[in-house]
């Protein structure tokens, strides 16, 4: 993290040196009736240049004139993306950039600019990324592949030229989650209408108790704001309170939601999405009551491995978890493709859960753990046992046994022909000027210079 710091801060020094020499700027590629411009390009290079492959005075422009192919045709095909959609990836950027530099001061100090005004530049930079991304994907969207094409794209591939499938593992889970004590809710909530009282009075500001006070790391930098989001998006406890409020100046009532409890205010509505600020305040658990979770999973592991139940009806009967509750307790894992597995490769149950993920490493295949605690999904102190479904050791891609894998690869091949196919047609019929200076490239696609 220490390395990664540095970097960002060499990175935004060079970005303000760039700017504060108030060099020239000129026109080095034009793509139908749009500029890409030096300092496009000098931008993209100081942020993204350790992961750029090749010359990035090349590579970048390139990339930057495929995304503006895509914009282009976005436009006419009427693809778009949300406001929510680009928010989210906006709030993440920043937050990221905060946690690196080490505080939002430090972070606005280096940058010369508020979060506001970054906010605002990230807000179009992601919304022509994710629009370009969209259009990508319903370029890609009509390609199929058959068994046989599967078979035919493997068939004569070395053996050691075929995927390695890492390890992998499927996972039950049974949880109980330690009571909350009825003088330990009402805690919360006193305190929740205290900061109540003072936002009324305007002794404080919504945001800024929110800052100070707020158990959501990631709005509570941005003053307790979330971005735009419709009501089905939200934990539905929260969203039914959220979407009563009309009055931008009132508080809300407290809001029970599966993270905990909220008081909110509304910033603005556009049409059927919200967009609030928040303050979450989570019960504390009383290492008691943690202590008498464990000892009731102890009870339930023992009458499992004595017969009396199975780990299914255990789970149906006594997990506190919904999401595997009614499905024997097996973890699904859902992949970033959209597609949903309940195999998980041990870096990603790790991503998923550490605490699951280290004891599951511990265990032999129908092996069940001891009971311990981990932190859940809803950022909750829970007490938990697991067991070891099953493990598929690393191995080298059949036909047999990882067709949907082998499927993927050839899809996404496909999917890549098709839209190199598509960006060849473009430029056949888009204007594209490339100033002398920049042509001495290596392009991953012929024809940009006619």
């Given at each position: 993290m220490k390395r990664f710091s540095l970097c960002l801060f060499a990175a935004l020094h060079c970005l303000l040196s760039v700017a504060q020499k108030n060099v020239i700027d000129e026109v080095v590629w034009v793509v139908g009736d749009e500029a890409i411009l030096r300092s496009d390009i000098e931008k993209h290079r100081l942020e993204y240049g350790s992961q750029i492959k090749g010359n990035p005075y090349c590579v970048i422009p390139e990339q930057l004139a495929i995304q503006k192919l895509f914009l282009h045709q976005a436009v006419i095909d009427s693809v778009e993306v949300t406001d929510a959609d680009i928010n989210q990836y906006v709030e993440q950027d920043i937050n990221e950039k905060v946690i690196m530099a080490g505080s939002k001061e430090k972070l606005e100090e280096y940058m010369k600019m508020s979060t506001l005004q970054m906010r605002?530049?990230?807000?179009?930079?992601?919304?022509?990324?994710?629009?370009?991304?969209?259009?990508?994907?319903?370029?890609?969207?009509?390609?199929?592949?058959?068994?046989?094409?599967?078979?035919?794209?493997?068939?004569?591939?070395?053996?050691?030229?075929?995927?390695?499938?890492?390890?992998?593992?499927?996972?039950?889970?049974?949880?109980?989650?330690?009571?909350?004590?009825?003088?330990?809710?009402?805690?919360?909530?006193?305190?929740?209408?205290?900061?109540?009282?003072?936002?009324?009075?305007?002794?404080?500001?919504?945001?800024?108790?929110?800052?100070?006070?707020?158990?959501?790391?990631?709005?509570?930098?941005?003053?307790?704001?979330?971005?735009?989001m419709g009501k089905a998006e939200l934990d539905p406890g929260f969203a039914n309170v959220a979407f009563s409020l009309t009055d931008p100046k009132k508080v809300s009532k407290i809001a029970q939601s599966e993270f905990g409890f909220h008081i909110i205010q509304l910033i603005d509505k556009r049409g059927d999405k919200m967009k609030c600020r928040h303050i979450l305040k989570r019960p504390e658990v009383a290492q008691a009551d943690i202590d008498s979770s464990l000892v009731t999973l102890d009870s339930i592991s023992a009458d499992i491995q004595a017969g009396k139940i199975t780990f299914e009806?255990?789970?149906?009967?006594?997990?506190?978890?919904?999401?595997?509750?009614?499905?024997?307790g097996i973890l699904s894992n859902n992949k970033e493709t959209g597609e949903t597995t309940t195999q998980f490769e041990m870096s990603e149950l790790?991503?998923?859960?550490?605490?699951?993920?280290?004891?599951?490493?511990?265990?032999?295949?129908?092996?069940?753990?001891?009971?311990?605690?981990?932190?859940?999904?809803?950022?909750?102190?829970?007490?938990?046992?697991?067991?070891?479904?099953?493990?598929?050791?690393?191995?080298?891609?059949?036909?047999?046994?990882?067709?949907?894998m082998m499927k993927s690869i050839v899809e996404s091949k496909k999917g890549e022909d098709a839209v190199a196919k598509w960006i060849k047609e473009k430029q056949k019929s888009t204007y594209i000027r490339i100033n002398p200076d920049w042509r001495d490239c290596d392009f991953q696609y012929d024809g940009w210079m006619k």
């Open positions: 605002e530049e990230l807000y179009d930079l992601w919304k022509n990324k994710l629009t370009a991304m969209r259009m990508r994907e319903q370029i890609a969207s009509d390609v199929k592949v058959t068994p046989a094409e599967v078979r035919r794209f493997f068939k004569d591939m070395p053996e050691d030229s075929l995927p390695l499938i890492p390890t992998q593992v499927e996972v039950q889970l049974l949880v109980q989650e330690p009571r909350i004590p009825q003088a330990e809710i009402d805690r919360i909530k006193e305190l929740l209408r205290d900061y109540t009282e003072r936002i009324n009075s305007g002794a404080m500001s919504f945001a800024s108790l929110a800052r100070l006070y707020s158990e959501d790391p990631g709005s509570a930098r941005q003053g307790g704001e979330m971005p735009y009806d255990a789970v149906r009967f006594a997990s506190d978890d919904k999401n595997t509750r009614n499905n024997r790790s991503d998923y859960s550490p605490e699951i993920a280290r004891v599951v490493e511990t265990l032999e295949v129908g092996e069940m753990s001891k009971p311990f605690t981990m932190i859940n999904t809803r950022g909750k102190k829970v007490c938990a046992i697991v067991r070891l479904k099953s493990r598929t050791m690393s191995h080298r891609a059949s036909i047999t046994e990882d067709f949907q």
